[in-house]
RNA sequence: UGGGGCGUCGUCUAAGGGUAGGACAUCAGACUUUGACUCUGAGUAUCGUGGUUCGAAUCCACGCGCCCCAGCCA
């Protein structure tokens, strides 16, 4: 660590600490996931913030599983949790400990408080306990059983351990204050009884003690110096320190930090087995889950997670950080570090005309301009290619630097060609382009000292390896994953209708022969494209290739600011560049608009499931359309002065479904309800009785 | 209406009585054999109201807003 950031509050107190000598110089900390599920970028974080520590100041990490609820713990998890803590480079060591492993020594210590007359053997059922409990404004009242004689706690403890009683109706409590208001402080539950299978005690045990009960031991009985944990714990830390104290135990001290929030992303783990267990991805590991597991497969380097965590630092405020921050830090680390390689994902083909047939010669490429150390390869160029369809225009807009007809461009590493004429099949789409190659350009500028303003990429078409590409976009396409669909009836997950149904598109591509010899886990920048990396699914001859990220693109950006985002549907969508002015009402057609463009538009029926008038906006309604898709679309349309929401519902409309999504009042809303008229007379434009998602022309 | 926590550019984050700084995003420009990278420039912030002070983001008071807590989950 030779940086020169400043100090985070939790380092600012370790230091403290190490200069009063409160720990006599130590700093241990611990990573303590529960084995329920996979680790995602929030563990990340934390496993980050406390490795870090102990690397930092000469300490020690330990990792810890906090398996103490055999009801939800599997073996699985386990290993799964153990593989990433190593991969993002938390380095535990020997320390692999599970809780399981001191519940003999947590017992004796229950008894020992039994003893001490501050825990009791309560036989409140969990609804008796909970009116006992009080609320959070009214005090609880003292259990029937809180007074019970220290000898009879113990015997019903001990019973309690042989498995003399049902699961549920007997608990252990700590006797603590019914009438706090801190409502963890109401005699908490200790040890309940669980009659389940533990993925490594067995059957041995048919209690387990709570979180509130076990943790400050385990921190204890590991020396733990910093017990960092998230800030809902907050309220728990009272509870973690009278345990300890009554004990007389080695006593850690708890910190509590902001967990990471990500905008685009759900991390809670209720959630994420959620789209695990119902399809919405292919697992755990799907390149789209924001899982640890996830993000390796996807491509990510663990060392830009680990610039990620560090970049945006760790407070107690409750913040969502941009998802654009880690995928710059991604981007960052892998325009460093990852070999260059050209491939095609849209083929157009082109047909170097005055190139000899049959001809074939290598050029010589940079793997890395960012490092000349990478070196350089050959690829093999010839008289027929592929292009990116993206990067062809018969009639570009002025600003456009590819190729088109009379225009010249520089193919990477090759030539300069000009396009000379294009063939095109019966429907009018392009399906060749033809150009002359200037033989005196090759890999260098034109001698005549002529430039060209674009260079695009291209592969060899005889000499090209195909590949399955799998182009992954983010997994929601709103930035707070349900949140503008909240309280909607009927609706139980409302995140599941941000999917992002783009998130995963398949396509064919053509890659350059070098990367036939790719390995899984290999990562490049398709040059003009983004980050790749090849799928385990790859089997000798057959590449899997995972998009990681795509490339920052200015030209998207462009097109977006001069034509409203119209003149181009590209096959994953950018984030959507913010409006620079408020945008027209959604109704409005624009002023003029070309035939070409008409022709683009494509209109579906669908039939409204809901409506709501838009906050803060009089004009705007946000409707969530069926469209025959795999969800409902939300939509944000201008037309709350002629229709009341209520009316609306159950209605048909048609849809212009093609639109760029677009964010109105901080909605994103992916299509534009046909209507005519204007104002309080507006008239929505009736597709007949046709099923959603029908064409309408 | 109980207890706990948090409020600084659009978003993160520094400064903790003495010039409100950085990163990301945005916009403008330069460079470019990747419309990438890099570089230059620009705009935008201390939740509010009082008070203390020569001086307040920082200290005090009173408000306001947001988050967490009523599992025998963690």
């Known amino acids: 660590m030779s940086d020169t950031r400043s100090l985070n509050f939790i380092e600012a107190l370790v230091e403290a600490d190490n200069a009063s000598g409160r720990w006599q110089g130590r700093v241990h900390t611990r990573f303590p996931p529960e084995p329920n599920g996979y680790?995602?970028?929030?563990?990340?974080?934390?496993?980050?913030?406390?490795?870090?520590?102990?690397?930092?100041?000469?300490?020690?990490?330990?990792?810890?599983?906090?398996?103490?609820?055999?009801?939800?713990?599997?073996?699985?998890?386990?290993?799964?949790?153990?593989?990433?803590?190593?991969?993002?480079?938390?380095?535990?060591?020997?320390?692999?400990?599970?809780?399981?492993?001191?519940?003999?020594?947590?017992?004796?210590?229950?008894?020992?408080?039994?003893?001490?007359?501050?825990?009791?053997?309560?036989?409140?059922?969990?609804?008796?306990?909970?009116?006992?409990?009080?609320?959070?404004?009214?005090?609880?009242?003292?259990?029937?059983?809180?007074?019970?004689?220290?000898?009879?706690?113990?015997d019903l403890l001990r019973r309690m351990k042989q498995g003399e009683f049902a699961p549920g109706t007997r608990t252990l409590r700590a006797k603590i204050d019914m009438a706090s208001g801190n409502?963890?402080?109401?005699?908490?539950?200790?040890?309940?009884?669980?009659?389940?299978?533990?993925?490594?005690?067995?059957?041995?045990?048919?209690?387990?003690?709570?979180?509130?009960?076990?943790?400050?031991?385990?921190?204890?009985?590991?020396?733990?110096?910093?017990?960092?944990?998230?800030?809902?714990?907050?309220?728990?830390?009272p509870l973690y320190d009278w345990f300890l104290d009554?004990?007389?135990?080695?006593?850690?001290?708890?910190?509590?930090?902001?967990?990471?929030?990500?905008?685009?992303?759900?991390?809670?783990?209720?959630?994420?087995?959620?789209?695990?267990?119902?399809?919405?991805?292919?697992?755990?590991?799907?390149?789209?889950?924001?899982?640890?597991?996830?993000?390796?497969?996807?491509?990510?380097?663990?060392?830009?997670?680990?610039?990620?965590?560090?970049?945006?630092?760790?407070?107690?405020n409750d913040t969502v950080i941009d998802l654009v921050r880690l995928e710059n830090a991604v981007r960052d680390h892998l325009n460093a570090t990852a070999p260059r390689r050209m491939a095609v994902l849209s083929p157009l083909k082109v047909v170097v005309t005055n190139y000899p047939e049959g001809q074939v010669e290598h050029v010589e490429v940079q793997n890395n301009p960012e490092d000349p150390q990478a070196g350089v390869r050959a690829v093999p160029f010839s008289r027929e290619l592929f292009i990116e369809r993206d990067d062809f225009m018969e009639d570009p807009p002025k600003k456009f630097f590819r190729l088109a007809p009379g225009k010249e461009v520089r193919l990477r590493g090759a030539y300069f060609v000009t396009c000379t004429g294009l063939v095109k099949d019966e429907r009018g789409a392009v399906t060749e382009v033809h150009c002359t190659y200037d033989p005196a350009t090759k890999g260098a500028n034109a001698p005549d000292g002529r430039k060209v303003k674009g260079t695009i990429h291209w592969v060899s078409a005889a000499h090209a390896v195909e590949a399955e590409v799998r182009v992954y976009d983010r997994l929601f396409a709103a930035e707070f994953p349900g949140a503008a669909h909240e309280g909607t009836p009927g609706v139980e997950r409302p995140f599941l209708l941000d999917l992002n149904p783009r998130s995963l598109e398949v396509v064919r591509g053509r890659l350059e022969p070098s990367l036939a010899a790719a390995a899984p886990?290999?990562?490049?920048?398709?040059?003009?494209?983004?980050?790749?990396?090849?799928?385990?699914?790859?089997?000798?001859?057959?590449?899997?290739?995972?998009?990681?990220?795509?490339?920052?693109?200015?030209?998207?950006?462009?097109?977006?600011?001069?034509?409203?985002?119209a003149a181009k549907a590209p096959a994953v969508a950018p984030p959507a560049p913010k409006p620079k002015a408020p945008p027209p009402a959604p109704t409005a057609p624009p002023a003029e608009i070309e035939f070409g463009d008409f022709a683009k538009v494509s209109l579906r029926a669908g039939r409204v499931l809901a409506a709501k008038k838009v906050e803060k906006a009089d004009k705007l309604l946000e409707l969530s359309v069926d469209l025959g898709e795999s969800g409902p679309r939300t939509i944000v349309s201008g037309i709350a002065e002629a229709f009341a929401p209520e009316a609306l519902v159950g209605r048909n409309v048609v849809v212009v479904t093609n639109l760029k999504p677009r964010a109105l009042k901080g909605i994103e809303s992916r299509g534009m309800i046909l209507a005519s008229g204007s104002g309080k007379s507006l008239s929505l434009v009736n597709p007949g009785d046709v099923p959603p998602g029908t064409a309408v022309s």
Not at 203 to 227: C, K, M, N, Q
Not at 296 to 312: H, M, N, P, V
């Open 39 to 154: 680790l995602h970028v929030g563990h990340a974080k934390s496993i980050i913030l406390n490795s870090g520590l102990a690397r930092r100041y000469g300490g020690k990490f330990n990792l810890r599983f906090d398996d103490t609820n055999p009801a939800k713990e599997e073996q699985e998890y386990v290993d799964s949790i153990v593989n990433d803590v190593r991969w993002l480079g938390g380095e535990f060591e020997d320390r692999l400990f599970f809780a399981s492993d001191y519940f003999a020594q947590m017992y004796d210590w229950a008894e020992a408080l039994v003893k001490q007359g501050k825990a009791y053997v309560c036989d409140l059922s969990a609804d008796q306990m909970r009116e006992y409990r009080g609320t959070l404004t009214e005090p609880g009242r003292n259990s029937p059983f809180r007074d019970r004689a220290v000898d009879e706690n113990l």
């Open 183 to 237: 409502i963890n402080l109401r005699d908490p539950v200790m040890y309940r009884i669980v009659k389940e299978h533990h993925h490594r005690q067995g059957d041995a045990w048919v209690i387990f003690p709570s979180y509130d009960w076990s943790h400050g031991l385990e921190d204890s009985i590991e020396r733990i110096t910093h017990s960092i944990c998230t800030l809902e714990f907050e309220n728990h830390r």
């Open 246 to 316: 009554q004990l007389g135990l080695y006593h850690p001290q708890q910190i509590e930090f902001a967990k990471l929030q990500l905008t685009y992303t759900v991390l809670s783990k209720r959630n994420l087995l959620y789209l695990v267990t119902n399809g919405h991805v292919a697992g755990w590991d799907d390149p789209r889950m924001p899982t640890i597991a996830g993000m390796r497969r996807r491509g990510y380097t663990s060392q830009a997670l680990r610039t990620f965590c560090e970049d945006i630092g760790v407070t107690k």
């Open 521 to 565: 886990g290999e990562r490049f920048q398709f040059e003009r494209l983004g980050y790749f990396t090849i799928d385990a699914d790859s089997k000798p001859g057959v590449l899997v290739v995972n998009r990681t990220v795509a490339l920052k693109d200015a030209w998207v950006k462009e097109l977006a600011a001069d034509e409203g985002g």
